[in-house]
């Protein structure tokens, strides 16, 4: 395994309150995964984006915040927990 320190990434969790959009994971849920996988593949986890709009929305604050940080440098890239793929073995 080699080491990723070197690159930085966010987190992002998101839970949406529009039941028609409803995650299956709790946002707590999905932050543990997502640290466990983190912590197993070595990677560096800079800061956590946690949102509860609907990705249906346009204008998610918490969202644009989080890609501006990776456009200034910030971290290299977004780890997020995915449905329908368990990262954690």
């Given at each position: 395994m080699s080491n990723n320190f070197s690159q930085k990434f966010f987190l992002y969790a998101r839970k949406s309150t529009d039941e028609?959009?409803?995650?299956?994971?709790?946002?707590?849920?999905?932050?543990t995964e997502v640290r466990e996988y983190a912590q197993k593949e070595s990677l560096a986890i800079v800061k956590e984006f946690i949102e509860t709009k609907s990705a249906k929305q346009p204008g998610?604050?918490?969202?644009?915040?989080?890609?501006?940080?990776?456009?200034?440098?910030?971290?290299?890239?977004?780890?997020s927990w995915h449905p329908f793929v368990s990262i954690v073995s």
């Open positions: 028609a959009d409803r995650q299956v994971l709790s946002i707590e849920a999905q932050l998610r604050e918490i969202f644009e915040k989080m890609l501006a940080g990776i456009e200034n440098g910030e971290a290299n890239g977004i780890l």
